[in-house]
């Protein structure tokens, strides 16, 4: 468990860790480990995308929406993930 110190905020008020900076900055450099990858990976999808939280704001319409937007990236990076190729198709570069 991280201690409070190791959790920041973001001005939008998402929470990360200072690993997950490293991470993206690793990854934006082409230099990420398989592990800064997947942490990269699993905070756009549970953090920024809101993939494991809830999108209603109560009587918050824009809120909800916004969140909702949020959630929707999130399920498009997961449906193009999840896509099968037929094996002549597939390829790491594109």
């Known amino acids: 468990m991280p201690k409070p110190r190791d959790i920041l905020t973001t001005e ?32 756009i999808l549970e953090s920024a995308c809101v993939m494991k939280g809830r999108c209603y704001a109560g009587e918050n319409v824009n809120e909800t929406m916004r969140m909702l937007g949020r959630r929707d990236a999130g399920l498009d990076i997961a449906e193009v993930m999840s896509m099968k190729f037929k094996p002549n198709q597939e390829s790491e570069d594109g």
Do not use: D, H, M
């Open 12 to 43: 939008s008020g998402t929470l990360y860790q200072p690993q997950i900076s490293y991470a993206f900055r690793a990854l934006g450099t082409g230099e990420a480990t398989p592990e800064q990858q997947s942490k990269a990976l699993a905070w």
